[in-house]
């Protein structure tokens, strides 16, 4: 049997919910989403869990989307199907894909609408489709060391949980998703993303033990607390914003630039046609080392 891609484990009060896939980065693939909403479900339904902590095993917390299945990519699900013609080549159906997506983007709230508060853990790296995930937690803790970032933003995706202008106001929001910029975790801390900036070799305990701080406060009231919270986001438009930056997260896969930019993977190669992406930004894998 092969090693679940999320591991679920819990320490009395406490559920750790892990990706598991190291070799890959995390890279989310089908079984890794429904293994994180599976999880949440679990937690939310075991009587001694009173909060979650989701991490990442290894050396990042995840790399985002598995673009490339040859290096081991699972694959993707949809809840949806219809009749209709054989499609011609490079035809793009925004129904399909739009109910493809939006089966990611209501797995990953998930977390938003657990009852119990997430806290999610980001180390090494959280990059592009990752951030759709993580910044669904109630509140992140970040290492000294680590990077997020919506790389995606200068070709082929949007975010499609857009939960960035909700945590970071209209000025950093553009600042961010405009360029796809990496950013460290002093800035966002600074800029409000994150709750929290540790050092790499406390970052676990240090999340865990807030989250198990939570407990001596009634599940009731925390679970009232965060609907509130959340409620007043989606009194501003959250879900619309969702539906339109799912939407649009197609079209961005479906132009003709993203038609040519999978292309050159075969011709280039997968990571020599990430590095001319994020070279002229000099971030991601292109990030001068100290």
């Keep these: 049997m092969p090693e679940p891609t999320v591991l679920y484990e819990e320490r009395g009060s406490v559920a750790i919910v892990t990706l598991n896939r190291p070799d890959k980065m995390n890279t989310l693939?089908?079984?890794?989403?429904?293994?994180?909403?599976?999880?949440?479900?679990?937690?939310?339904?075991?009587?001694?869990?009173r909060s979650i902590v989701l991490r990442g095993a290894g050396r990042a917390l995840t790399g985002g989307y598995d673009l490339?299945?040859?290096?081991?990519?699972?694959?993707?699900?949809?809840?949806?199907?219809?009749?209709?013609?054989?499609?011609?080549?490079?035809?793009?159906d925004p129904v399909r894909d739009l109910q493809f997506m939006g089966h990611n983007v209501r797995r990953f709230m998930k977390i938003w609408e657990c009852p119990k508060p997430v806290l999610g853990q980001i180390h090494g790296w959280a990059v592009g489709g990752a951030t759709d995930l993580?910044?669904?937690?109630?509140?992140?803790?970040?290492?000294?060391?680590?990077?997020?970032?919506?790389?995606?933003?200068?070709?082929?995706?949007?975010?499609?949980?857009?939960?960035?202008?909700?945590?970071?106001?209209?000025?950093?929001?553009?600042?961010f998703l405009l360029s796809g910029d990496a950013i460290d975790a002093a800035?966002?801390?600074?800029?409000?993303?994150?709750?929290?900036?540790?050092?790499?070799?406390?970052?676990?305990?240090?999340?865990?033990?807030?989250?198990?701080?939570?407990?001596?406060?009634?599940?009731?009231?925390?679970?009232?607390?965060?609907?509130?919270?959340n409620q007043s986001f989606e009194n501003m438009g959250l879900?619309?914003?969702?539906?339109?930056?799912?939407?649009?997260?197609?079209?961005?896969?479906?132009?003709?630039?993203?038609?040519?930019?999978?292309?050159?993977?075969?011709?280039k190669g997968f990571r020599q046609v990430i590095s001319e992406r994020d070279a002229p930004f000099g971030d991601y894998g292109e990030r001068k080392r100290d």
């Design 68 to 92: 490339n299945p040859g290096e081991g990519g699972d694959r993707w699900g949809s809840p949806y199907d219809a009749p209709g013609p054989e499609p011609r080549e490079g035809a793009w």
């Design 187 to 229: 800035t966002a801390h600074r800029v409000g993303l994150v709750s929290y900036v540790c050092p790499p070799d406390e970052i676990a305990e240090r999340i865990e033990a807030h989250a198990r701080r939570l407990e001596h406060i009634p599940a009731n009231q925390l679970a009232l607390n965060k609907l509130l919270i």
């Design 239 to 267: 879900r619309t914003t969702q539906l339109l930056g799912t939407l649009f997260d197609g079209v961005t896969r479906h132009t003709e630039e993203a038609y040519r930019w999978v292309e050159s993977f075969r011709e």
């Design 134 to 175: 993580i910044l669904c937690c109630d509140l992140l803790y970040m290492a000294e060391d680590a990077y997020i970032g919506y790389a995606p933003s200068r070709i082929y995706g949007t975010p499609t949980t857009m939960l960035w202008v909700y945590r970071l106001g209209l000025e950093h929001a553009k600042q």
């Design 29 to 49: 693939t089908e079984s890794t989403v429904q293994g994180v909403a599976d999880a949440v479900d679990r937690a939310t339904a075991s009587r001694p869990v």
